[in-house]
């Protein structure tokens, strides 16, 4: 089946400091790349969706120049938490599509970023 | 929002029983995915469900969906203490902004005792 892999399984940074996670199809095109949050013991919550070569489309709270997101192939997206604090701790879980309207969507194994 | 709801939030039974979870959803779908989550790891896909499908079956899974009532169920028969998770459902449906997308519920944590 088709593979995601995210990098770095887990990390942590002081506050202030910025974090870059990355996202990649391994054996697929990703045309759709999806980020989501998970808070503990809660369910995954979508940030943003993003299509290839072109801006993401943040979803309603978060905000994008805080959560900064390139799609720039078809195999690699990132996830940028720039100024991160304690409170954007949390389990960071990407996800891609082969196409729009593929009903497949596959999923990472989750960063867990632990801001100090 | 599309986020579905479960029921129940918890639930925790002996080794061997049944696990029935539900999740109930507000909008049109284009299909319906459970997924399981161990506790700190990433998810797995267990079964999907499409729209025009009533009821599916995978090993010791049965799920169903009922698109009239906005709902879904989960059933796990025979539960082994390895089947102790969280489980979500969540609902694919086209997000207007160019492509489908998968919209969770807050999920089911079971706990099977030995």
């Known amino acids: 089946g088709a593979v995601v892999s995210q990098h770095p399984s887990w990390v942590i940074c002081k506050s202030g400091t910025s974090v870059k996670i990355e996202c990649r199809s391994l054996d697929f095109q990703a045309t759709t790349m999806f980020w989501y949050r998970q808070f503990p013991k809660q369910s995954l919550m979508l940030m943003a969706t993003?299509?290839?070569?072109?801006?993401?489309?943040?979803e309603q709270g978060v905000e994008k120049d805080k959560f900064l997101i390139n799609h720039a192939s078809l195999t690699l997206s990132t996830l940028t938490v720039t100024s991160a604090h304690p409170e954007d701790s949390s389990f960071y879980i990407c996800?891609?599509?082969?196409?729009?309207?593929?009903?497949?969507?596959?999923f990472g194994p989750g960063t867990r970023l632990t801001v100090t | 929002s599309q986020q579905g709801e479960e029921d129940p939030q918890a639930l925790s039974i002996q080794e061997g029983e049944n696990a029935t979870m539900n999740c109930s959803y507000k909008t049109s779908i284009n299909n319906l995915q459970w997924y399981r989550q161990n506790s700190g790891r990433g998810l797995v896909h267990l079964i999907l469900i499409r729209s025009n499908e009533r009821e599916k079956h995978s090993g010791r899974l049965r799920v169903t969906l009922d698109t009239s009532k906005k709902s879904s169920s989960l059933l796990i028969t025979a539960s082994r203490a390895a089947d102790t998770a969280s489980y979500f459902c969540a609902t694919d449906a086209y997000s207007g902004a160019g492509s489908y997308q998968l919209t969770f519920g807050k999920g089911t944590k079971l706990s099977v005792i030995p």
């Open positions: 993003s299509n290839e070569g072109s801006k993401a489309t943040y």
């Open positions: 996800s891609a599509r082969t196409g729009t309207a593929s009903y497949e969507q596959y």
